[in-house]
């Protein structure tokens, strides 16, 4: 049972619009989120993060919301450009049992294409 | 300054051979993890190691074997490798103790055939 969902595997924009990524959870001990980016034959790269005690992270162009009474967050994108273009990956993240790392629990992605 | 590096970018193995696919880090971080991407699945933890000296088992360790060789690197292996363990492998650190970035090698794609 996927823990972290991405419900669209793809995604079209216009440059200059809003893209708008989701994700949802359904483990509530999870208290940190995180989107990461991911172009074709490279690692993923963190974007954003967000802790379970905010509900709105900003940073340049990318804003994270999160509501928890509905498991849900949200990467929005504005404006779009063309080199936003790759997978969107989000994560759930809680501490191990052990209390020695975290845990980094991913969604399945969404493909961005944002269209000249 | 180089990250994380993974070698190799790409191999392919028959079925029943082994091999290890290395992983170092330059950042002097205490955690190292080793996920797998598959199609529509997303990446899924194998192994970790939060401490130099620590290994521990994740949501899919089966078939893989590890060791934290020290506070840099820390190798994955394959024993029998199988056509299921076709996929792309991320090796991952970050500092430990609450950090929650990871930041990631440029994967290895590897076939079983």
């Known amino acids: 049972d996927q823990q972290v969902k991405q419900n669209s595997p793809s995604l079209s924009v216009q440059e200059g619009r809003i893209s708008i990524l989701n994700c949802d959870y359904t483990?509530?001990?999870?208290?940190?989120f995180l989107w990461y980016k991911k172009y074709p034959a490279e690692g993923p790269t963190f974007l954003i993060s967000?802790?379970?005690?905010?509900d709105k992270n900003e940073d340049g162009r990318f804003t994270v919301f999160l509501n928890k009474s509905a498991k849900h967050l949200s990467l929005h994108i504005v404006p779009s450009q063309p080199g936003d273009s790759a997978v969107y990956f989000c994560?759930?993240?809680?501490?191990?049992?052990?209390?020695?790392?975290?845990?980094?629990?991913f969604g399945s992605g969404t493909q961005l294409t944002v269209l000249p | 300054n180089a990250g994380v590096t993974q070698t190799p970018k790409f191999q392919v193995l028959k079925t029943g051979q082994s091999m290890t696919l290395q992983c170092a880090q330059d950042?002097?971080?205490?955690?190292m993890y080793w996920y797998r991407q598959d199609p529509g699945m997303g990446l899924r933890l194998i192994y970790y190691?939060?401490?130099?000296?620590?290994?521990d088992k994740g949501e899919v360790p089966n078939g893989y074997n590890v060791s934290r060789l020290n506070k840099r690197e820390f190798s994955l292996r394959l024993e029998s490798a199988a056509p299921s363990q076709t996929s792309v492998y991320f090796c991952?650190?970050?500092?430990?103790?609450?950090?929650?970035?990871?930041?990631f090698g440029s994967g290895t794609q590897l076939s079983v055939l």
């Open positions: 994560a759930a993240s809680v501490v191990f049992s052990s209390g020695s790392a975290r845990q980094l629990t």
């Open positions: 483990n509530s001990m999870f208290d940190y």
């Open positions: 967000i802790s379970s005690i905010k």
């Open positions: 950042m002097n971080h205490n955690s």
């Open positions: 190691s939060a401490s130099e000296g620590t290994t």
């Open positions: 991952a650190s970050n500092q430990g103790g609450g950090g929650e970035k990871l930041f």
